[in-house]
């Protein structure tokens, strides 16, 4: 496996793990200091840099009172269009 099939690859779950910890994080209202909110803090400083452009040209669709986030998905596409090629 090369060096980028696995930055690749660790991306792929960081992004899966911080779309699980939004869900804990939103709903269990954890405080700041929480180690669970520590990581999700953590792993949203990298991510949500790589997702800024994709929700500028996709902005979240609303759905009456919220809004559906489309970005992820768009990444992992593009995540796994790229593992493909490397592999």
Do not use: E, K, Q
Not at 18 to 36: A, D, E, K, T
């Amino acid at each position: 496996m090369s060096l980028l099939a696995l930055l690749l690859t660790v991306a792929y779950w960081a992004l899966i793990v911080w779309i699980i910890l939004s869900y804990v994080v939103g709903f269990g209202r954890l405080p700041w200091g929480h180690p669970v909110r520590r990581v999700f803090d953590g792993l949203a400083s990298v991510i949500n840099p790589v997702l800024a452009p994709i929700r500028r040209v996709l902005p979240p669709l609303r759905l009456g009172g919220m809004a559906l986030d489309l970005s992820p998905l768009v990444l992992f596409f593009a995540i796994a269009i790229l593992r493909n090629l490397v592999a």
